[in-house]
């Protein structure tokens, strides 16, 4: 089960950060992705990190989010800077690619002045 925290209500240009936790998941040995779903558009993939720890981010956040992962709380981490409205979605993280079964209730990312 993978249980996702972090988000909540921040100005544009704010920061946050979301952690992903898995409790039957070892996230060294797989490739983690965070999701986000914006009301009316289609679930996208916005930043994964590999088993060997390369990275890969999707255009419209590259050089404001940062994946990255703890391998000794199993918990995988996106460090959002320079945030935009365009921003606001319902995040969530899963395998890459991701697993139907694997879906959280995500968490709320707002960015709202």
């Known amino acids: 089960q993978l249980v996702e925290s972090g988000g909540g209500l921040v100005q544009p240009g704010g920061s946050l950060r979301l952690s992903c936790a898995a409790s039957?998941?070892?996230?060294?040995?797989?490739?983690v992705g965070w999701y986000r779903q914006a009301p009316g558009k289609q679930r996208e993939l916005v930043a994964s990190v590999a088993g060997d720890g390369t990275t890969h981010y999707a255009d419209l956040v590259k050089g404001r989010f940062t994946i990255s992962r703890d391998g000794a709380k199993n918990t995988v981490y996106l460090q959002m800077n320079s945030l935009k409205p365009e921003d606001t979605a319902v995040y969530y993280c899963?395998?890459?690619?991701?697993?139907?079964?694997?879906w959280g209730q995500g968490t709320q990312v707002t960015v709202s002045i």
């Open positions: 899963n395998r890459d690619p991701p697993s139907t079964r694997a």
């Open positions: 039957d998941i070892l996230f060294a040995f797989i490739t």
